[in-house]
C-alpha cells in the first residue's frame, strides 16, 4: 500500500518505521516547508500534524481522492466542515483522538462505567491527563472524548478546565518530561474513590493502530471511526 505522511515529527517517525516494517512504502512526507506533491499517488493518507495545518491536510486529500486517517488532535471545532466535504467529495475518512487499542478499550469501559454510576448522586467524575511538554493542545483530545463518552451516558452536560459546576466534568491537563499519554478518569465519593487509568509507555500503540486503521481504510468510502476498525459495534 502507497502512504502519504501528513506530519513528520514525533508519530510520523514511527509510523513510517511501522507502515514500512508491514511491507508498505512511503509516497510523501508532508511537514510544515514542502508540497503535496506525491499525494494523488497514494492509496491512503495519515495525518499526524498540528491544529492549524490538519484542515487543509485533509482537505487537500479529499480533493485528491486519497481516503484519509486523521489523529491530530485540537482542530474539533472544524470537524463538521470536514465531514460535510467528505460527504461532498464521497471520501473515505476516519479520525480519532486515539488510536491505541488500550485506550479504545478504556473507551469502551469509560461508557460502561458512566452509565452505572449516573445512578449514584453521591460520587463525582473528574478527569486527568498528562503529557509531554510539547504538546500544543489542551485538554488531550482523549481526554475530550472521555468527558464525551461520560456526557453522553449520564447526566453531565459538559466539561471544563476551570472549577466545575455540578453537571460538568473537571479535566485537568498536565505537562510534565516526556510522557506520551496517561489518562485517568476518577468517580470520589466522601467514602472511596473509583479510577480507570490508561498509561501508555511509548507512541508504539497510537502509531500501530494509526497504521491498522489506514490498512482498513485504503479503498473505502464513508466516515468511519475506531469502533468500526476494531469491530467494537
Ligand atoms: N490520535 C492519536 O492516536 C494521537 C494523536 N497525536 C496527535 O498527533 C499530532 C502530532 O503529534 P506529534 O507527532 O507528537 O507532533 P510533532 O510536533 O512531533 O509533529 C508535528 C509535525 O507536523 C508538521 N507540520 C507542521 N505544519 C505542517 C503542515 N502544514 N503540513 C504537514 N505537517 C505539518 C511539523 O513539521 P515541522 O517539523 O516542519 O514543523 C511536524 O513534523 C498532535 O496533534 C497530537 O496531539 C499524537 C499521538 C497519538
Ligand atoms: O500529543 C500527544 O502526544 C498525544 N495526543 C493525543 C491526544 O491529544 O489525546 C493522544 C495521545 O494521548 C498522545
Redesign the pocket.
Known amino acids: 500500500m502507497k502512504i502519504a505522511l501528513?506530519?513528520?515529527?514525533?508519530?510520523?517517525k514511527v509510523i513510517e518505521r511501522i507502515a514500512l516494517e508491514r511491507g508498505h512504502e512511503i509516497v510523501l512526507k508532508?511537514?510544515?516547508?514542502n508540497t503535496f506533491d506525491g499525494l494523488s499517488t497514494a492509496d491512503v493518507a495519515i495525518d499526524?500534524?498540528?491544529?492549524?495545518?490538519a484542515v487543509?491536510?485533509i482537505s487537500n486529500c479529499f480533493h485528491a481522492n486519497v481516503p484519509v486517517v486523521s489523529?491530530?488532535?485540537?482542530w474539533l471545532e472544524h470537524f463538521d466542515e470536514m465531514v460535510a466535504l467528505c460527504n461532498e467529495k464521497q471520501g473515505g475518512f476516519i479520525s480519532?483522538?486515539?488510536?491505541?487499542l488500550g485506550v479504545n478499550i478504556f473507551f469502551e469501559l469509560n461508557e460502561y462505567l458512566a452509565k452505572i454510576m449516573s445512578q449514584f448522586d453521591s460520587y463525582k467524575v473528574t478527569m486527568e491527563e498528562i503529557h509531554h511538554t510539547?504538546?500544543?493542545?489542551a485538554p488531550?483530545?482523549t481526554a475530550i472524548s472521555l468527558a464525551k463518552g461520560v456526557i453522553e451516558n449520564s447526566n453531565y452536560a459538559n466539561w471544563t478546565m476551570d472549577e466545575a459546576k455540578n453537571n460538568e466534568i473537571h479535566i485537568a491537563a498536565k505537562r510534565i518530561g516526556d510522557v506520551p499519554?496517561t489518562h485517568t478518569v476518577t468517580y470520589d465519593s466522601v467514602v472511596d474513590s473509583i479510577e480507570l487509568k490508561h498509561t501508555a509507555h511509548n507512541?508504539e500503540g497510537?502509531a500501530l493502530?494509526?497504521v491498522i486503521a489506514a490498512e482498513w481504510l485504503a479503498g473505502k468510502k464513508g466516515i468511519y471511526n475506531m469502533k468500526d476498525v476494531l469491530n467494537l459495534k
Open positions: 501528513l506530519g513528520y515529527g514525533k508519530m510520523g508532508k511537514d510544515e516547508t499526524f500534524s498540528v491544529p492549524t495545518a487543509d491536510n489523529g491530530t488532535t485540537g480519532s483522538s486515539n488510536f491505541s510539547q504538546k500544543l493542545d488531550s483530545g499519554g507512541r497510537f493502530g494509526a
